[in-house]
Every structure is written in C-alpha cells, then in structure tokens.
C-alpha cells in the first residue's frame, strides 16, 4: 500500500479541501492504484539524469534571454477585479476574522 | 453550404469579398446552427452575439468601404472556456468560477480578433482542462457530433465537437497532456498542439504552466496554418513566450514533401494498439511514403514511462496554480467561521472529483518527504523522455504515431476508472513532457464509421514542417483513406 487514509487526510489539510469520510476512502484507494502504477519510475537509474527545469533546450534559451529592463506601466483594472470579488470593501478584499484578541 | 462543403477561411473570405453574404448574416447563419444542433452536444458554454455582431458589423463596414481585409474577416470561432475573453463569463467548466467575468482578453483572442475573427462563445471542457472525455465539466459532458453515445475526448471536447459539428469555422483549444490533439482524433479535425511558447499563455487560465499550451481546431491544416500565423509570436506578458521569428505557414504549408524522413517509433505500435487503429494508421504512413517520405524505423526508450512522469508533474504544477482558488478575490466563496474554513468549504464546493483527485496526487507529491521519490524523479525522467525526441530528430525530420490507442469510447465507459482514464493520453503526453508541436490529423474510420488520428510531431518550432505534411496528406485524400 502506497498511501494511507492518514496520509489522504493530511493531504486534504494541506491542499485546504474538506473531504467526507467517504471520499477520504475513495480517494484513498484511486491514489493507491495511480502512485502504484507511477512506481514504475523506479525501475530507471537516474543516477547521472538532470532534471529538466525548463522545457525548452539550452541553446534557445541563450539566443533569447529571458531577461528584460523591469519597467513599471500602467495597469488599472484594480475597480473591474474588485467588481468580481465575492465580499469587497474597496480598494480590499474582506475576509473572515484571522487574528482573535 | 452543405455539410459535405465546410466553411473554411478562404471561402468565408471569398463570400464577403463577392458580397454573396455579410460577417452579420454569417454569423446569426452560425447562432441559427448553434441553436439547433447544441442542445444534443453541449459544446457551448457560453455565446457571446453582443461582441460577435460588433466584431462583424465592423467587417461588414470595411467591405462597404471596399477597404482591404484583415485575414480572419468575418471568421466564426469558438474559444474553449479556459481562455479568457474581457466582459464573457469565463467558467474553466468549473463551478467555482461560475459567474466569473475576466476584465481582460488572452494574447491569443486579443490577436485573433485584431485579425477580424468573430468570436461566437466559449466552449465546454473538462473543468480545468483536467480529462480526457469532457466528463468532468460541471456543465454536462459534450457528445461526439460523429457518434453522439460517445466522448468528443478532452479536454478541449467542445471545441473540437463546435468545429467537427459546423458550429464554428475554427476553435482555439488548450493542450496540456493531449487535449487538444485527442479530441481532434476522436471528432475527426486536424488539431495542432504548437510548441511550448510558441502561442502567449497570457489569459489562459493555468492548469500545468510548464506544459500548457494555445492551439488551433480546423477543418483543414490550411485553416490551422492561418489561425497559427495569427496567434504566433513572442508576448511581453508571458515571460515563457518565445520571441523566435513566426514562418509564414501559409507559404510553408504548400512546399513539397518529398525526401522528408518520418521517423516510426516501434514503441507506438505495441500491446494496447486497437488493431484498427494500427491498420489506419499504417495506411496513412504508406502513404506519406507514396508521397515520397522516406520512412525511418525508430526506438524511443522511455515511452512508456511518460504517463507516470506526466501525472506527477502536471498535478505537481496543478496543486500550486489552483491554491489560488479560495473564495477571497473571484469565483464562488462559501462561508465560513474562520478564514481556513472559509478556505475548506469554498474549495469542497466549487471543485469536481477529478479536480480535487489531481490536487490530492499533485500536493503528495510535492509534500515533505515525497519530493524527491516523486516530482524530483519525475524531472528526471522528463529530462529522458525529452531526449528520446532529440536523438530521434537527429536522424528524422518528424515523427509519425497514432494519436490515441483506440477511437472514442462511450459515455460513462471510463469515468469509474481515473487510470485507464489517464491512460488514454499515452501517445499524447510524451511531446507534451518534450515541448514539441503535434497534430492530429485524420486517417479515416473504423468499420463502425470512428474517426482515426494519425499524430506528427516535429521539432521545437517547426509548426511549418508539420503542417506541411499535414496539409499533403489531405490534398492526396488521407483524410478518408
């Protein structure tokens, strides 16, 4: 067994989702079946492999640098993003209570 | 126009010129379409008629002024609901962003409508772009227009099933580990994935960023070439964008195609091939060679590790671009007592199962004391998997496979089963891990009346060559073999 219904429930609470006990089940068993069949990666010696951090070849990157002047320019679509939010007190977001006193 | 005899650019364009119809009857001639034939597929989420009449009234303007056309004049397209279009609902088929409306348009739309392309609405998809089927949508799958008790594939199924069904003249899908090029084999349409950063990401609403991808949906490669050279090109906003020089397909697309080496990788061809599939596919590699391509056997060692490798890196990435989806900034919010219930509840909520399984799979993956076992390997033997298409390019102007191991499966067939789901990427998701371009284009149809895709990869960059070959097979009747 790859994964364990502990390990389902302290996934959840790190990627913030509520999870009912029956898919806690569920999930664990679907993850079980997918990391077992992802296990096949061991079976590659990937002692001199590099891993690839970007997706296009060295050379191209070299002849066009990702790099450029940092200039500021105007972007105000501040009011339409706010338009959009469920609970704004603009210019913020509001939330429920983080700090308790 | 029958069935038989698509719109396509050219002809759209030729229409207007002669005044043999307006962009404005054009496209109420495609609502009309729409109206009738989409409550049986489902391909549209969103239609959009207030920007599309705009659009074509400012075409028809520019024919009454007998000014000279842009290239998209008056073309109907369909956008999948992953790419964001200013003032239009923009769901990513997902509940959470249900009454979600981008204050901005993506590089790719933004460019297309420049060019006088009419936007009609945007299209249905698995939610988030995760899925092979379009079953994951929150909105209701979409049905094959071939083969309506079947999938249209995913994600991009309604753009695929929008222009397989006359509904749209060309589509953009989005293409992360297949999703484009799958749906365009089971609907039947060339569909062409361009090469990691050849198309702005800007607007495109992230599932795997080092993976994702903006492409066309068309009836002909001529029409995916014209899209191309529009939505092509460096983007200041998108830092991944390549500033490499666009070709001009158009021109390209015509070249002769004898003596180009096709390169055919044994590795897939082997168990879980349906053998109609094989057949077809075989048939359409004959001739290519009939054509005059000189056909090169090929072994690509790490194939078959492509699926594990894409399924933790993509959920890997997937993990980290949909924390964003909390309840605080857009998108729906359920309430809750403190911020991190808030958080919870909102997430359980607007999230579907695949959606919340990527997540899971993406978040172990990443978490202490699994990275290295997982992601860091991963990387890895992407590093491998990248490889295999060097090496193999060195001897080869372009790889030939199939584009699928087998048609489009029924509704409901694969949806209690996420691995064999997954595994229905598998020819797919190696150019995905390798960044580069891959169509799918038709090569026939099994007995029961299936459409076929035939995949060509090519180099980084080099959309040219692969539209070339693309658009040689149909002029010699490939497309029906």
Redesign the interface.
């Known amino acids: 067994m790859k994964?364990s219904r502990e390990?389902?429930i302290?996934?959840?609470e790190?990627?913030?989702?509520?999870?009912s006990p029956q898919?806690i089940d569920l999930?664990r068993g679907?993850?079980d079946?997918?990391?077992t069949?992802?296990?096949?990666?061991?079976e590659?010696d990937?002692t001199s492999?590099?891993?690839?951090?970007q997706?296009?070849?060295k050379q191209?990157n070299d002849e066009?640098p990702?790099l450029?002047d940092d200039v500021l320019s105007p972007c105000n679509?501040a009011p339409?993003?706010l338009a959009?939010?469920?609970?704004a007190a603009p210019p913020f977001?509001r939330?429920?209570?983080?700090i308790d006193r | 126009m029958s069935a038989a005899a698509p719109w396509t650019i050219a002809s759209v364009r030729a229409a207007l010129q002669a005044r043999k119809i307006s962009a404005r009857e054009l496209a109420s001639d495609f609502y009309a379409r729409i109206d009738k034939r989409d409550p049986e597929l489902n391909a549209f989420l969103t239609l959009s008629p207030e920007r599309a009449f705009a659009q074509a009234d400012r075409v028809d303007a520019a024919v009454t002024r007998g000014e000279g056309l842009p290239p998209l004049a008056g073309v109907p397209i369909a956008v999948k609901d992953v790419i964001s279009t200013k003032g239009i609902r923009t769901t990513c088929g997902s509940k959470i962003l249900e009454h979600y409306i981008p204050p901005y348009d993506a590089t790719a739309v933004e460019r297309l409508e420049e060019a006088g392309a009419v936007i009609l609405g945007k299209t249905n998809c698995d939610e988030f772009a995760m899925g092979s089927s379009n079953e994951n949508s929150a909105y209701g799958p979409v049905r094959n227009p071939i083969a309506p008790d079947r999938v249209p594939g995913g994600s991009s199924g309604g753009s695929a099933a929008a222009v397989a069904g006359g509904l749209a003249v060309v589509a953009l899908g989005t293409d992360t580990g297949g999703s484009i090029r799958q749906p365009g084999a089971y609907c039947g349409i060339p569909a062409l994935m361009p090469t990691y950063g050849r198309v702005s990401r800007y607007g495109l609403i992230a599932f795997a960023s080092s993976l994702d991808r903006i492409g066309p949906f068309a009836t002909t490669p001529d029409d995916a070439a014209a899209v191309m050279s529009i939505i092509a090109g460096g983007d200041e906003n998108d830092s991944t964008s390549a500033p490499v020089p666009v070709g001009d397909y158009a021109a390209e697309i015509a070249k002769p195609i004898e003596g180009v080496r096709i390169g055919v990788p044994e590795d897939y061809f082997g168990e879980g091939l349906d053998s109609e599939v094989r057949e077809k596919v075989q048939a359409g590699i004959a001739l290519l060679e009939r054509l005059g391509c000189r056909r090169i056997p090929l072994h690509m060692p790490h194939t078959d590790y492509a699926i594990a490798t894409y399924y933790i890196i993509a959920t890997a990435e997937a993990s980290s671009n949909l924390a964003r989806y909390d309840g605080v900034r857009y998108g729906v919010r359920v309430p809750g007592a403190t911020l991190a219930e808030m958080y919870r509840k909102t997430r359980e909520r607007g999230f579907g199962a695949e959606v919340k399984r990527r997540i899971m799979l993406g978040t172990y993956a990443l978490s202490a004391g699994y990275y290295d076992a997982y992601y860091l390997r991963a990387q890895k033997v992407r590093s491998l998997i990248a490889r295999d298409f060097s090496d193999a390019f060195q001897k080869v102007d372009a790889i030939v496979t199939p584009t699928t191991p087998t048609p489009a499966f029924r509704l409901g067939e694969k949806t209690a089963d996420p691995l064999q789901m997954y595994l229905a990427d598998i020819y797919t998701v190696t150019g995905s891990l390798a960044g580069v371009p891959g169509i799918s284009i038709p090569t026939g149809k099994t007995k029961a009346g299936l459409p076929v895709g035939m995949q060509i990869f090519g180099r980084h960059f080099a959309e040219g060559p692969v539209l070339q070959l693309a658009h040689a097979f149909e002029r010699a009747g490939g497309f029906s073999l």
């Open positions: 994964i390990d389902v302290r996934v959840a790190l990627a913030h989702l509520e999870l898919e999930y679907q993850l079946e997918i990391l069949y992802i296990g096949k990666l061991e590659l990937l492999v590099e891993p690839m951090a997706v296009l070849l191209e066009h990702e450029r679509v339409a993003i959009q939010a469920p609970d977001f939330v429920p209570k983080v």
